[in-house]
């Protein structure tokens, strides 16, 4: 199958979803051609709302249309969307309501736009709020399920989504399972102790899989866990992974302050685990170039994640 951007796989999945639930209900903030729900309007106008550059406001409504029965689709970019935060505890989260947060163009990997179009504070944000679950795909078939268990599922939801094509990563027989942390690639030959795992989610996945098997054929044992799931987190594989690394090295398309790599960190030191974490992630606010270039500086190229695997190694 041809790489597709995730946000593309949920708009077709909303789609085919909406055949046969006809209580899901789609919310736009004058992006839907952008968060790929455009054909939504078009097939079901009575059940699309064009709300406007007003994210706030579109939060209200679909807690209103939540308690009504209806499965609420709010879609906008993420940092627009997370960085109405106060909005989303109450509305969603303390009142645990039946809300559906979908946040596009996650991270640097959506390149030219620069800056204030980057999600990057947005998983930091959602892991502090009780009740929500936060779900990052990492390519079409994970996001396919990601969505209709999504639907399905009775509270609030965050859904983290790229805007850059990310090829398959898993097979075709792939059942995707809500927090948990599945292995997606490892050697042939299976070692007493990897040189390092690497934890990764979203955009940078691929890439991940890609440092490890340049590192294979160097000799060097590593294998990449793919973490779709942050909240709930399942700290219980990655205590796993630990203790038989010499390292985790976990890489993520976000700040490096409350995401991925802080789960990775917590977990293993809820469990008195002695394993070296290396953090990759942005430090900054990013900026405008292309999403290739970007991964390049930032060091979520194979190249550079096959560094950090390695780099002052015992």
């Known amino acids: 199958m041809a790489a597709k951007a995730t946000r593309e796989s949920f708009g077709e999945t909303i789609l085919e979803i909406a055949e046969t639930n006809p209580n899901l209900v789609v919310l736009d903030a004058d992006l839907s051609k952008s968060t790929m729900t455009q054909p939504f309007m078009k097939k079901y106008p009575s059940r699309h709302f064009e709300m406007g550059i007003a ?12 308690l009504s029965g209806k499965i609420p689709v709010l879609t906008s970019f993420a940092c627009f969307l997370i960085g109405r935060v ?5 509305s969603a989260a303390y009142n645990q309501t039946n809300m559906k947060l979908v946040g596009t163009h996650a ?7 620069g800056t204030s179009q980057m999600g990057l504070e947005d998983v930091a944000a959602m892991r502090a709020l009780p009740h929500m679950t936060i779900l990052q795909p990492a390519d079409h078939i994970e996001t396919q399920q990601a969505v209709r268990w999504m639907i399905e599922h009775k509270g609030p939801v965050y859904i ?3 805007r850059q094509k990310m090829p398959d990563v898993h097979g075709p027989g792939y059942t995707w399972q809500p927090n948990k942390i599945d292995v997606i690639f490892e050697p042939a030959k299976k070692p007493a102790k990897y040189q390092a795992t690497i934890i990764a989610s979203g955009g940078p996945v691929p890439h991940a899989v890609e440092a490890a098997k340049l ?5 060097f044992s590593v294998r990449v866990a793919n973490a779709s799931t942050l909240l709930p ?5 990655v205590a796993k992974l630990a203790a038989d690394s010499q390292r985790i090295v976990a890489v993520e398309d976000h700040n490096v302050h409350g995401g991925l790599g802080s ?12 394993c070296p974490v290396v953090r990759l992630g942005l430090r900054s606010f990013g900026e405008s170039a ?11 190229t194979a190249p550079s994640l096959a560094e950090a695997c390695l780099k002052n190694l015992a």
Do not use: H, W
């Not at 994210?55 to 939540?66: F, P, R, Y």
């Not at 590192?215 to 000799?219: Q, V």
């Open 55 to 66: 994210e706030q406001n579109m939060i209200g409504v679909a807690a209103g249309l939540a």
């Open 86 to 90: 106060e909005s989303i505890r109450v």
């Open 107 to 113: 991270g640097i990997g959506i390149g030219e736009d």
């Open 160 to 162: 983290r989504l790229t």
């Open 215 to 219: 590192l294979e054929a160097k000799g």
């Open 233 to 237: 987190f399942d700290g219980e594989t």
């Open 263 to 274: 789960a990775v960190c917590e977990a293993i030191a809820e469990r008195g685990i002695s």
């Open 290 to 300: 292309t999403p290739e270039e970007l991964y390049e500086k930032y060091g979520f």
